[in-house]
């Protein structure tokens, strides 16, 4: 019997804790979200004597963006048993591509914008070929694709510069407003979509048992392929996105967005042994690595030790979402 027939089986009070053990790991991170929120507004409120306010909110959310849809793309690695250590050069070499090629007019910028995304794919593709029909490990392609795509970026920009046209700034990070929430919103309602199609429900079966769902007639190469491939065209929109808030490009600043990516999907309740999770809380994970960065700095902790405290907040974060999910889970 399908999980959701199950679930539908059972009585009201079965199905509310059924239902609350299967997305404990959301649960958790829209909490911890929550609690962010609110740790920032006292850490600030206390440093500036008032409210963040739109100025604030803006600064946050196109602060986050990028990272939302790097963390989206990791997502659909992830939860096949995979990882990709390549999300920093496909944000970089996107980035880079941007502050070359856009010109002065919006339409050329939306042009190459479209011809970013395809080398984003087509990056995701070859990760994608090289870890379903070579049977490698994904930890080792992509990081030895890391180092290609890292050097691909440099190469098309071997120093900071280039630039934006601000009619695109404004189309994708307005700086009067939280404007980019919208599409925030649009790559949500994208991913509940994708969740309940074919390939969805395939990826889920690849990352629960690979070969159980071979048997079941899954097409588990052409779904880890697909997956990667989603991944690299997130990750060339993170890049986008990074290029439109600096006005400008930098080879080398998507580098943290490998770790980052991963941080967040850990914090959205992804398990990094697939099947389990939702790419909702990666974008909840963004958020609230976001706002880690921000009341550290407002609470003016050395940035020296911030890297420090923001593992031990993720070692906390994971062990007691871990447990408390756990706990639960056993409980049922």
């Not at 604030?56 to 939860?79: D, H, M």
């Not at 030895?144 to 098309?156: E, H, K």
């Not at 991913?191 to 588990?220: H, K, P, T």
């Amino acid at each position: 019997m399908p999980p959701d027939a199950t679930a539908a089986a059972l009585p009201r009070g079965s199905r509310l804790g059924h239902t609350i053990a299967q997305n404990i790991g959301l649960i958790l991170a829209c909490a911890i979200l929550i609690l962010a929120v609110f740790g920032f507004a006292l850490i600030y409120g206390i440093e500036q004597h008032r409210l963040p306010g739109n100025f604030e909110l803006t600064s946050a959310v196109n602060s986050a963006i990028p990272l939302v849809f790097a963390a989206v793309g990791q997502s659909f690695v992830v939860l096949t048993r995979g990882i990709d250590l390549s999300v920093g050069g496909v944000v970089d070499l996107a980035n880079a591509m941007a502050a070359v090629t856009m010109g002065k007019t919006l339409g050329s910028a939306l042009g190459w914008s479209a011809i970013i995304l395809m080398t984003g794919a087509a990056c995701g593709l070859v990760n994608g070929l090289l870890v379903a029909l070579g049977r490698l490990p994904p930890i080792v392609v992509t990081l030895a694709t890391l180092s290609i795509f890292q050097g691909l970026a440099i190469r098309v920009l071997p120093e900071p510069g280039g630039a934006i046209p601000p009619a695109y700034t404004n189309l994708l990070v307005n700086p009067n407003g939280p404007w980019a929430l919208v599409y925030i919103v649009v790559l949500g309602l994208g991913w509940a979509a994708f969740r309940r199609s074919r390939m969805g429900v395939d990826l889920y079966a690849i990352g629960n048992d690979e070969a159980s769902a071979s048997a079941l007639g899954v097409n588990v190469l052409r779904t880890k392929i697909i997956a990667y491939v989603l991944d690299g065209t997130l990750g060339a929109a993170a890049g986008l996105f990074l290029a439109a808030s600096a006005t400008a490009g930098d080879a080398t600043t998507g580098n943290s967005y490998t770790l980052s990516s991963i941080v967040a999907v850990v914090l959205g309740g992804i398990s990094l042994f697939g099947g389990r999770g939702s790419a909702i809380g990666a974008i909840a994970g963004a958020f609230i690595t976001t706002l880690i960065v921000n009341i550290l700095f407002f609470g003016h902790v050395n940035p020296l030790y911030q890297s420090f405290y923001e593992g031990v907040f993720l070692i906390i974060a994971v062990v007691l979402g871990g447990a408390i999910g756990g706990a639960i889970r056993r409980r049922r």
